[in-house]
Nanobody, 127 residues
Framework: VQLQAFGGGLVQAGGSLRLSCAAS????????MGWFRQAPGKEREFVAAIAWTGGKAYYADSVKDRFSISIYVARSTVTLQMNSLKPEDTALYYC?????????????????????WGQGTLVTVSS
């Protein structure tokens, strides 16, 4: 299973970026895809997650109402639309797959439940 994340870059505070993550080599029928991020000197943290069926998503409080996650099952692709970006959103963003749970919820925040990870894409927000 391979995950390829892209779309990061440098943006001014208040701006927007759209991250994408393409998954290949899997045949999971019931899974959750999520985004995590790791800022310099900090631990990796949960950002957002969505089930393969789409619909309901789960967000960290710090990004709720600013970020939006979507999934395109036919292409095994998940996107993260990031609006109203803040300098504190600067981080390396990772996508991941939890191949066991088909629904999102509080468990979606746990990194240990995601078996497969992408390489990360860097988002830098300048003030």
């Amino acid at each position: 299973v391979q995950l390829q994340a892209f779309g990061g870059g440098l943006v001014q505070a208040g701006g927007s970026l759209r991250l994408s993550c393409a998954a290949s080599g899997h045949r999971f029928s019931n899974y959750v895809m999520g985004w995590f991020r790791q800022a310099p000197g900090k631990e990796r943290e949960f950002v957002a997650a969505i089930a393969w069926t789409g619909g309901k998503a789960y967000y960290a409080d710090s990004v709720k109402d600013r970020f939006s996650i979507s999934i395109y099952v036919a292409r095994s692709t998940v996107t993260l639309q990031m609006n109203s970006l803040k300098p504190e959103d600067t981080a390396l963003y990772y996508c991941a797959i939890d191949p066991y749970r088909g629904q999102v919820g509080a468990l979606s925040t746990r990194m240990t439940l995601y078996d497969y990870w992408g390489q990360g894409t860097l988002v830098t927000v300048s003030s």
